[in-house]
Structure formats: structure tokens, C-alpha cells
């Protein structure tokens, strides 16, 4: 990315003289960041904003980008003499940007920043260090910087009780908001955790009454990882206040009176969405455990969630889609030996064999048929499995779930039973089979991500 023409700097050089003399430094000078988060994750997605002497770049005015933490790229070409930096995380959100960070000035040469991630509790600040001088035109000077969980704290946006309320949308219920609010004024502690939500009768509907709680170890990741931290003063408030909407509105809808919070924000695990503090784990609704484990693990928690004839229907149906992609695969090979053939007919026909000509016409009828009913096979114990898995799936589990699909304020949705990658679009929830690494992670617990296009 180029930013458009501005002045040469100029810097001041002290020879001996007692006034200083002023010397031009002119011409292109390219900045590089590289940012690496293997330390806790190489698939994440960073949002991030650009300043050029303090002035963000007009291409982030409304939204930030985002690069990869798989040593991703982040490049500028600017005039000799100006400053770069980073806005990163939610602090890169347009609304914010009060934390610029990994400021560099090249001078003579190009620069080249390695930002890198480092578990464990630092004091490292998140200035460049000069590693490695260029000893040749063309050579980029190396930087290094850290990325500590100090440092992710201080570019994880924590919302002020003024901004908390601006974002609560006008026709929220007072004894909602309110609810919402008091994970932003201090009312929520570690010696008051519990946020009572008390709703009254109203239009023909009974009063309900929800209560949110915080589980133990919910700031483990933080506290391996940040010098100074507590959860209910430094982690609470910097989750997107419609994502406690999120939750809070959908309990009420679904008629859940007990919820549990498992992570909030958190620096250093997972993807992005929880260190921008846009998302929300919970593993239990009322009495219901959500956790599925069982459908693979031998020695996961027992509960209601997963039966024993669901395990032998989930058998059935990997076993049916093995024999269909088998199938499939005998077909295509057995086609592509028949246009082989009919190829040599016309290139080389004295060689062609027209007795495994009529023999592979026939084979390829059967072939097509095994396929046909092993699709059938396929489709049959899936649904099979399908079936059984809801039959077990509590009532008040898909009521969440629904609610929270509908909700404008939610973008994902994973659970043990469901995922769904974005919750705006018209594509339905895949059931969670526990095969990839994102359905084993949500296997055990329901997690939301809070829609906020302008930094995802």
C-alpha cells in the first residue's frame, strides 16, 4: 500500500557548531510488518489500521483490514523521516484508535518489523528493536517486537460505560439493559458475580427472572499471560456490549433461567474473536450441560445430549458415505479406462481391445448402480443419524440456538450440536460431527460472535 506524495522530512544534524544544521533526507522509504502469532494460533486474522505521522490512512477510514498471523504482511511505502504505526485488534475499529503501536522511522533504509507473539507474562514494550543494520543498498533494516498478552491487552478496546450504552439499541428493555450496563459500571466483581435479570409480566407474558454467572477459570488464559489482571475489572468490559445483549435477550426468549459464562475476552487462544472481544462462550443452559463429547470420546462426561443409539447411527452413516466414496472413485476409474480406450480407437486402433470395450460398457452400468444405491445407503443413515441426534437435543437448547440465529447482533454460532459460519446468510447450520478441529473445540460448549463488520 503507497500512500500519496507528502514532503520529504527533514532531520537535524549536530556537527561542531553551536547552531545546528538542517540536512535533507529525502526519497521512497518501504515499511514492512510481519506479524507472527504461532505462539497461540497461525490462523489468525489480525484487524489492523495504518498511520503515517499520526494520521491514519484514508484507505482504513471506515472499517479495518485484516492480515494473517501466519507471518502475514503489512506494507507502506512513505517519504524518509515519517513515522508508521499500527492500530491492531478492536482498537483498530474506527470508533477508537487511542493505541498506536510498533512506531518505526526509517531513515537511510527500507524496514522490515517482525512482530512476534510470546506466551508468559512480559514487560516488554512494543517498540522496534534495530536487530539486524543493512550492510548493502537494497537491504532493509530488521526490527524485532514482541506481541505479549500485555500488549494485547492494551489493544483490546475496553468500552466505557457511555459507549456501552449509545450501542444498546433505544427499544432494548430497561431491566435488559440495565443488565447489560453492569458489566461496564463496576457493578459486576469477583464478590458479586452474579447478574440477576428480573423481567415483569407484560402483554399477556408471566414475569421471568435469568441469572448470568461467571465459571471458575474463565481468566485462566489472561492470567498466564498478563502481569497485572482481573477479570471483572479488565476483561468484562472489553466484550462488545451486544454480545451480553445477544445472550441476555435470547435466554428470555427461550425461557432459559440460568446461564454460564465460560470465556469472555482473552488474549492469547483461539481465533481473533475473542481477544477483539466479540465473543462469548457458555456451557450451561439451566441444568443442561452443553457438551457432546461422547459421540467420539470413549471417556467424555456422560450426559442426556448424546444416546447410545446415536453412536451406532453415526457408525452407520461414516460407514455409508466410506462405500459411496468408494463407489464414486470405481466409477471415475472405470470411465476414464473406457475414454482411454475410445481415445486410442482413433489415434492408435490397432491397439485398441474391442472385447474390453463391450466389458467395460458393462461395468460401468453396474458401477453407476452401486453408486446410485450406495447414495441411497448414504442419504438413509444420515438422516437416520440426523433423527436421533435431535430427539435427544433438549428443547430449551434448540430455542437458544434459534434465538440467537435470528439475532442481528450475532454473525456465528457454534455448538455441540451445530455450526454455522455466519449466521446472516441463508445457508442453514451444519451439524457438528466432531471431525474438524473447530467442531471439537465447540463440542463442549456454545459459543457466539458478535457482528461487527467494520474490524471482521
Not at 230 to 250: C, F, K, N, Q, T
Not at 359 to 378: F, H, S, T, V, Y
Request: one cysteine or more; proline letters at 5%.
Amino acid at each position: 500500500m503507497n500512500t500519496r506524495n507528502q514532503a520529504a522530512a527533514e532531520s537535524q544534524t549536530q556537527p561542531q557548531k553551536a547552531t545546528p544544521t538542517v540536512v535533507p533526507v529525502s526519497g521512497k522509504r518501504k515499511v514492512t510488518y510481519v506479524l507472527d502469532t504461532s505462539a497461540s494460533s497461525s490462523s489468525l486474522k489480525m484487524p489492523y489500521a495504518l498511520a503515517i505521522n499520526g494520521k491514519v490512512h484514508a484507505d482504513f477510514k471506515t472499517r479495518a483490514f485484516q492480515v494473517s498471523g501466519n507471518k502475514g504482511k503489512i506494507t507502506v511505502t512513505i517519504d524518509a523521516g515519517q513515522e508508521v504505526s499500527l492500530y491492531l485488534n478492536s482498537d483498530a475499529h474506527p470508533d477508537y484508535r487511542t493505541q498506536p503501536v510498533y512506531a518505526i522511522t526509517p531513515t537511510n533504509n527500507d524496514v522490515e518489523v517482525h512482530v512476534t507473539e510470546k506466551s508468559g507474562k512480559h514487560s516488554d514494550l512494543d517498540t522496534p528493536v534495530l536487530k539486524v543494520k543493512a550492510s548493502k543498498p537494497g537491504q532493509a533494516d530488521e526490527y524485532s517486537a514482541p506481541l505479549t498478552g500485555d500488549i494485547w491487552l492494551k489493544i483490546s478496546h475496553q468500552y466505557t460505560l457511555g459507549e456501552a450504552s449509545k450501542l444498546i439499541p433505544a427499544e432494548t428493555a430497561s431491566p435488559i439493559k440495565v443488565a447489560v450496563l453492569k458489566y461496564f459500571d463496576g457493578s459486576i466483581t469477583r464478590a458479586n458475580s452474579l447478574n440477576k435479570i428480573e423481567l415483569p409480566a407484560k402483554d399477556g407474558k408471566p414475569a421471568q427472572t435469568c441469572q448470568i454467572s461467571v465459571s471458575t477459570g474463565a481468566d485462566d488464559n489472561a492470567l498466564k499471560n498478563i502481569r497485572n489482571f482481573d477479570l471483572y475489572r479488565d476483561g468484562l468490559s472489553r466484550v462488545h456490549p451486544l454480545g451480553y445483549l445477544a445472550l441476555i435477550e435470547a435466554a428470555f426468549d427461550a425461557g432459559i433461567e440460568k446461564l454460564t459464562l465460560t470465556s469472555t475476552w482473552r488474549p492469547m487462544v483461539g481465533s481473533v474473536a475473542h481477544r477483539a472481544g466479540l465473543g462469548l462462550d457458555v456451557n450451561y443452559l439451566d441444568t443442561t450441560r452443553l457438551n457432546r463429547e461422547e459421540l467420539r470420546k470413549a471417556q467424555a462426561v456422560d450426559t442426556d445430549n448424546v444416546s447410545e443409539e446415536e453412536k451406532k447411527r453415526l457408525k452407520e452413516k461414516e460407514a455409508a458415505e466410506a462405500e459411496a466414496k468408494k463407489a464414486k472413485n470405481e466409477l471415475e476409474r472405470l470411465q476414464a479406462e473406457h475414454s482411454a480406450l475410445l481415445k486410442q480407437k482413433t489415434t492408435n486402433p490397432n491397439k485398441a481391445n474391442p472385447v474390453r470395450e463391450i466389458e467395460l460398457e458393462k461395468e460401468i452400468k453396474a458401477a453407476e448402480q452401486e453408486l446410485k444405491d450406495a447414495n441411497r445407503k448414504k442419504f438413509d443413515t444420515n438422516e437416520a443419524w440426523n433423527k436421533e441426534r435431535d430427539k435427544n437435543e433438549p428443547s430449551k437448547v434448540k430455542g437458544y440456538r434459534a434465538s440467537l440465529s435470528r439475532c442481528a447482533h450475532v454473525r456465528q454460532l457454534f455448538d455441540p450440536w451445530f455450526m454455522d459460519e455466519n449466521t446472516q446468510d441463508a445457508i442453514p447450520a451444519k451439524p457438528n460431527e466432531q471431525k474438524t478441529p473447530n467442531e471439537k473445540l465447540h463440542a463442549h460448549h456454545l459459543h457466539i460472535t458478535v457482528h461487527e463488520p467494520k474490524i471482521r
